[in-house]
C-alpha cells in the first residue's frame, strides 16, 4: 500500500494530478505488481494545509497501514509531516517539497528525494543572470517557505556574483491579482526581475508580467516552474523570452525521456510536465526497492539502505 499525500484541489492541483499519473505508468508497466506484490493506491488530498495533511498522513499511518507514503508538493506540509513520518519509521518519498531542512538540518533516514531541492531549483541562475543578463534584479516569490527558499538561493549567488537586488516582495499563494508587485518591479526599472510561482499563479504573474507593459523591457527570470511545461499553453506569448532553469523539460531528446514521454502520453492523452517526472522516478524508486528486497517491506530501515543505493537512467 502506498499513501499518496498530495493536493488534489485548490492551486497545485494539477501537480498532484501529474505526480500520481507518472506513478501509473511505472505501475501499469508492471501489471500494478512489484516483486510479485499488487500495488495499491491510497490517494488523500492535502488542501495544501498542514493540519489536514496530518489528519490524513495518521489515517495513513493507524488505520491503512501503508507500506510507503508518496508526497506532499507545499514545503509547509512536507515541514509538518516530517517528524510522525521519522517516529512512525515508514518511508517517505518526497515527490515534490523542495523545503530545504528535510535534506539538511532535519534529514530523516526515512525521508527521500525523488524531485528537488529548492536551493537546486534556482541558485545556478543566479551568477549567470548577472553575467548574461544585468547587474540590478528584483525579487517575487509566492509567501511560503518554498518561495522564500527559491528566491533566497537566486539572491544568494547572484549577490555573490556582484549582482544588485533593487527590491524583494512575496504574494500569498493563490493570489490572482499581482497589480501592486507589478507596479513596484516597474517603479525599479532593474535589468530582470527573478520570481518564484508555479501552477496557476504562475499563468496570473506571467500573463499579466505581459499585459503591464514589463514584457521587453525587464527580462524576465525564475525558477523554471514559472514557465514549465504543464502552463506554457495558457500563458501563451507571456511566457516567451523567459529564461529559466529546472531539472527537467519534456523537449530533452534522449531514450528514456522520449519512451516516458510516448507512455505518459497513452495513458493520459497529453504529454507529461516536470511534476509528472517525479512521480515516474518515485514508482520507479519503489518497484526497484521491492526487486532488491524481494517484496518484503517489512522492515524499515532495510528498505532504507536499499534505497540509498538505488541508480537509474
Avoid at 520570481?195 to 523591457?217: I, N
Avoid at 517526472?277 to 539502505?305: H, N
Wanted: charged share 20%.
Amino acid at each position: 500500500k502506498i499513501g499518496v499525500l498530495l493536493p488534489y484541489s485548490r492551486v497545485y492541483a494539477v501537480l498532484g494530478e501529474s505526480i500520481t499519473n507518472g506513478m501509473r505508468v511505472v505501475f501499469g508497466a508492471e501489471g500494478n505488481r512489484a516483486a510479485g506484490r499488487p500495488v495499491e493506491l491510497l490517494q488523500e488530498d492535502t488542501e495544501l494545509s498542514p493540519d489536514v495533511a496530518l489528519r490524513k498522513l495518521r489515517k495513513f499511518l493507524t488505520s491503512d497501514h501503508v507500506d510507503f507514503v508518496v508526497g506532499p508538493v507545499s514545503s509547509a506540509v512536507a515541514a509538518a509531516i516530517r517528524d510522525p513520518i521519522h517516529q512512525a519509521r515508514v518511508i517517505l518519498l518526497n515527490a515534490n517539497a523542495g523545503d530545504n531542512a528535510l535534506t539538511r538540518e532535519r534529514c530523516s533516514s526515512y525521508i527521500f528525494r525523488t524531485s528537488f531541492s529548492n536551493w537546486q531549483t534556482s541558485y545556478g541562475l543566479g551568477a549567470w543572470a548577472k553575467q548574461h543578463v544585468g547587474g540590478t534584479a528584483y525579487l517575487t516569490g509566492a509567501d511560503y517557505a518554498a518561495g522564500y527558499q527559491i528566491v533566497g538561493a537566486f539572491k544568494e549567488s547572484f549577490v555573490a556574483a556582484g549582482g544588485t537586488v533593487v527590491g524583494e516582495s512575496y504574494v500569498k499563494l493563490g493570489s490572482t491579482d499581482y497589480a501592486a508587485i507589478l507596479a513596484q518591479i516597474g517603479a525599479a526599472t532593474p535589468a530582470l526581475s527573478f520570481s518564484f510561482f508555479a501552477g496557476s499563479d504562475a499563468v496570473h504573474f506571467v500573463k499579466q508580467f505581459a499585459e503591464f507593459g514589463l514584457k521587453g523591457k525587464i527580462r524576465l527570470t525564475g525558477a523554471g516552474f514559472l514557465v514549465s511545461d504543464d502552463i506554457l499553453e495558457s500563458q501563451g506569448e507571456a511566457a516567451v523570452g523567459a529564461v529559466t532553469t529546472l531539472h527537467y523539460t519534456r523537449i530533452l531528446q534522449n531514450p528514456p525521456n522520449m519512451e516516458f514521454r510516448k507512455r505518459y502520453q497513452a495513458l493520459t492523452g497529453r504529454p507529461p510536465d516536470v511534476y509528472a517526472v517525479q512521480g515516474y522516478d518515485t514508482a520507479r524508486v519503489v518497484v526497484e526497492a521491492l526487486r532488491q528486497t524481494g517484496g518484503d517491506t517489512a522492515d524499515s530501515d532495510r528498505l532504507s539502505r536499499v534505497i540509498r543505493g538505488i541508480q537509474f537512467d
